[in-house]
């Protein structure tokens, strides 16, 4: 038996529908967020692997619903699914296997039934983003959307019940990869009229977004670049309390993919202006190193 299989064994998924449910959301997730999927695979407790899948499968959903498409679109798509998903959440059936799988997850973990209906509420300031005027705007956008979104998988790595403290190292976590993102997919966002760092901030660089579209790399989008590089790698570093704040495996998961952001932003900075031409990664063997040693960790903490 593959240890997927075993997984959903551990999670209690036996129906035979249940599981190809399951195995839809783990085949698309291991698809578009390989690392992530990896991490988990290697990370997760058998028995919270398949929810974890779960969880980041709608979570990626939302994300496709609220950014592809003309605006019509993607307004009329995010409405149908969110009722969908209330109506499901409400009657406790569904006949589409992702809300199957999220229906049987929060069956799993009550208080992931929390999470979803705050991302619900608020996901759709996705829809009205085109960017920011100020780092206030910026920081309303990560509670409105960033974070309800983040914590559809964190609350499943938390402690059961949180005083406010694991939240608040989740929106810090949260605030350091978001920076991160906007800054990393400049050459992606751009064309699409998606300009996620805020034109103050482009003011005190003396940088205009047409600079940015055009691909200038001036000193002033050098410098652009690392102000924001560095800003996120302060909050990523900050985040490295959150482990601590989270019981068992969770904190392993977490504190490797802190790891995994920060060596992003470190071959961000290397690549600096030519961000403007596509994205940075984090190195491989990097990666992999950090995936391995926390395993290593994890499977010390479960014996």
């Not at 240890?3 to 249940?18: F, I, M, Y």
């Not at 920081?139 to 960033?146: F, G, R, V």
């Not at 504190?255 to 984090?282: F, N, Q």
């Amino acid at each position: 038996m593959s240890a997927w299989h075993q997984s959903l064994d551990a999670a209690g998924v036996r129906e035979p529908e249940s599981r190809r449910d399951y195995d839809r959301q783990r085949d698309l997730v291991a698809r578009s967020r390989r690392t992530s999927y990896l991490a988990a695979r290697l990370l997760s407790p058998r028995q919270m692997l398949p929810h974890v899948v779960a969880a980041t499968a709608v979570m990626h959903h939302g994300d496709n619903l609220l950014d592809t498409g003309p605006k019509p679109q993607r307004v009329s798509a995010w409405a149908s699914w969110e009722q969908e998903v209330r109506k499901a959440l409400d009657t406790g059936v569904s006949d589409d296997p992702l809300i199957r799988t999220l229906l049987h997850t929060t069956g799993a973990y009550p208080r992931l039934r929390e999470a979803v209906e705050a991302y619900l509420s608020t996901a759709t300031a996705e829809l009205e983003f085109t960017g920011f005027a100020t780092e206030t705007d910026y920081q309303a956008y990560l509670d409105a959307y960033s974070l309800p979104a983040f914590m559809l998988v964190a609350s499943l790595l938390g402690p059961e019940s949180d005083d406010g403290r694991f939240r608040a190292g989740c929106r810090t976590l949260i605030d350091g990869s978001q920076r991160l993102d906007f800054v990393n997919d400049l050459a992606e966002d751009l064309p699409e009229g998606r300009l996620g760092i805020p034109a103050k901030t482009l003011e005190r660089f003396s940088v205009t977004a047409e600079d940015l579209a055009e691909g200038r790399e001036s000193a002033g989008v050098r410098e652009l670049v690392e102000d924001q590089i560095e800003a996120a790698r302060v909050s990523l570093r900050a985040a490295g309390e959150l482990p601590v704040l989270t019981e068992g495996p969770g904190g392993v998961l977490l504190d490797a993919v802190i790891k995994i952001e920060l060596l992003t932003a470190k071959a961000a900075l290397t690549r600096g202006a030519r961000l403007l031409r596509g994205p940075a990664s984090p190195p491989v063997a990097g990666t992999l190193r950090v995936l391995l040693g926390a395993r290593r960790r994890a499977r010390t903490e479960q014996r």
